[in-house]
Each structure stands twice: as C-alpha cells, then as structure tokens.
C-alpha cells in the first residue's frame, strides 16, 4: 500500500530535549516536505526537499533541520524544543516538486512542556 | 494579508444539502488549484485538482476556478454526514516548490 509513515504520531517531552520525527514513503516520490498545523493558521511548510541531499527552508523553518540522505526518508529535528513548537506535524511527498498533488502522512501531535 | 483566504466556519448542514466552500487568493502566479479533504486525526487527502479556470466535477464534487477573481470553490451535492469533514483549498504558482493552504473550513453534515 502506498503511504507516508510517520513516527511517533504522539510525543509530550520538555523544553530542551532533543527530538526527531521520522517520515518515510514508500512511493519512490523525489519531493518532500514538511508542515505544521495550528488552529486559525492552516498547514504552513517547514522545510521541502526536492530529492536526495537537497532541502530549502519553507515558511516558518526557525527551530527546525532536515536531512534527506535516502529518497524514502526525510526526518525533522528539534534541536532544543521550545513550547512555541507545540503542534501537529505532518510529512507529505510527491512524485516531483510543482503541479503534483502531495500525499500526506497521518500526522504527529507533538507538546513541548 | 494572507496569500490564501478562507472562511473557517464552522459550517452545519442537514444532509442532502449543496455545501459551496470557498477561497480567495492574491497572487496572480497561482496555477494550480487543489482541495484536500481532512478527517479528524488524520492527514488531509486530496480530493479535486485542476489547473485551469471553470469547472470539474468528479461524482457529487465540483471544484471551480475564476482566474480572473482569484476565487475558487468546491460545491457538494446531496451531502452526506460522511462528508464532514475539514476542507482545505491549496494553491500553487507554476513554478514554486511550496503549496500554500487556507486555513479550512470544517464542515458538518447532519443526519
């Protein structure tokens, strides 16, 4: 079954504590990206990747890294998490980057304390 | 002003009514429309995608582009309470890398 997997789909932690949030696809897909969720302010991109060992910054990439060192993986890292970064997070992919719809994971619900 | 405006609802409708949901957006560089569909606790998933102004329709759902207003809709008929659910509309130039969402509309459909 084609999907995107994210792990782990709930995480509460605190302040500091180092974190990665894996997503892997299993569709060959050259694009990746990541978004968060709030309320009121929708899906915003955190980081995109347009292949293996490419990644550029979206809209609200402060607090946040990347690495793509396999097409199927792209996890997120919290350096030092703070509680502004208290959100849902999703992993998408597509088969390229530009007119191609995204598939989406199921999400992350990540609370810094 | 946010690139993509959308009424955030909530909207409550009895089943087997038209749902018209509706976005704004200001960058004339759009050109690709898309509306995902997003169930709670789960990630959204795509439901229509078109390119150019005027309509498509897939089964009870009809996505609608005016390019020229830079206002796009998806209307639903014959609402079914399986149909609530968030809506998001995504828009994206031709050649960004970046898909910009609206905030959603979440929709009820009564039994």
């Known amino acids: 079954e084609a999907q995107v997997t994210q792990n782990p789909r709930y995480l509460i932690t605190v302040t500091g504590k180092k974190l990665t949030v894996t997503c892997s696809q299993n569709m060959n897909h050259e694009y990746m990206s990541w978004y968060r969720q709030d309320p009121g302010l929708g899906l915003r991109q955190i980081y995109y990747s347009m292949n293996v060992e490419v990644t550029d910054k979206g809209d609200v990439p402060e607090g946040y890294k990347v690495s793509r060192k396999e097409k199927r993986n792209f996890p997120l890292i919290l350096e030092s998490p703070s509680p502004n970064q208290t959100s849902l997070y999703f992993c998408a992919s597509s088969p390229q980057a530009g007119n191609q719809p995204q598939h989406f994971g199921d999400g992350t619900r990540l609370s810094i304390l | 002003q946010k690139e993509v405006e959308q009424d955030p609802g909530p909207l409550s409708v009895p089943e087997g009514a038209i749902v018209s949901l509706n976005c704004t957006y200001s960058?004339?560089?759009?050109?690709?429309f898309m509306w995902y569909r997003q169930y709670s606790r789960k990630g959204p998933e795509l439901l229509m995608y078109t390119y150019s102004s005027g309509n498509k329709e897939d089964g009870r759902f009809t996505a609608q582009v005016d390019k020229s207003s830079k206002y796009i809709s998806l209307f639903i008929r014959d609402s079914q309470p399986s149909d609530s659910a968030t809506y998001l509309c995504a828009i994206l130039s031709g050649s960004a890398r970046q898909l910009t969402f609206g905030s959603g509309t979440q929709l009820t459909v009564l039994p």
């Open positions: 960058n004339s560089a759009f050109q690709y």
